[in-house]
Nanobody, 124 residues
Framework: QVELVESGGGSVQTGGSLRLNCEAS????????MAWFRQAPGKEREGVAG???????TYTDSARGRFTISRDNAKNTIYLQMNNLQPEDTAIYYC??????????????????WGQGTQVTVAS
C-alpha cells in the first residue's frame, strides 16, 4: 500500500506564492502518474496538474501559467509551485498517484492512491 503525504499548505494574501509537496512512501507502477487535485467548499474535486514519471506535465486551464508541477523520482516526491494565487484558488489540495491511463480531467479513472489533503487559503 502506497501512502501519499502532502505538506506546504497555508494562508497567503492575493498574489502570493506557496509550494506544495507530496511524498510517496514507495514507487510502483501505480505511481507512474502523480498529480494535484483540489476541492473548494461546495464544489466537486477538480484536477490541477499532473506529471509522468518521465517528467511530462499537463495542466488544467485554471493552473496553466501560474502553477508549475515538478517531480523528484529519487525522493518519490512531487511539488506544486503556485504563484499569483487568487481567492478562487482557496481549496483543499490533494495529491494523487495512478497508472499510465490516469488523467487529471477524470477523478475516478486510474487514480490508485490519494493523500489526506492540505488546506490552501488565499485572502483577498
Amino acid at each position: 500500500q502506497v501512502e501519499l503525504v502532502e505538506s506546504g499548505g497555508g494562508s497567503v494574501q492575493t498574489g502570493g506564492s506557496l509550494r506544495l509537496n507530496c511524498e510517496a512512501s514507495m514507487y510502483t507502477y501505480r505511481t507512474n502518474i502523480m498529480a494535484w487535485f483540489r476541492q473548494a467548499p461546495g464544489k466537486e474535486r477538480e484536477g490541477v496538474a499532473g506529471i509522468t514519471y518521465q517528467g511530462s506535465s499537463t495542466y488544467t486551464d485554471s493552473a496553466r501559467g501560474r502553477f508549475t508541477i515538478s517531480r523528484d523520482n529519487a525522493k518519490n516526491t512531487i511539488y506544486l509551485q503556485m504563484n499569483n494565487l487568487q481567492p478562487e484558488d482557496t481549496a483543499i489540495y490533494y495529491c494523487a498517484a495512478g497508472v499510465n491511463s490516469a488523467r487529471i480531467d477524470q477523478t475516478n479513472r486510474g487514480w490508485a492512491y490519494w493523500g489526506q489533503g492540505t488546506q490552501v487559503t488565499v485572502a483577498s
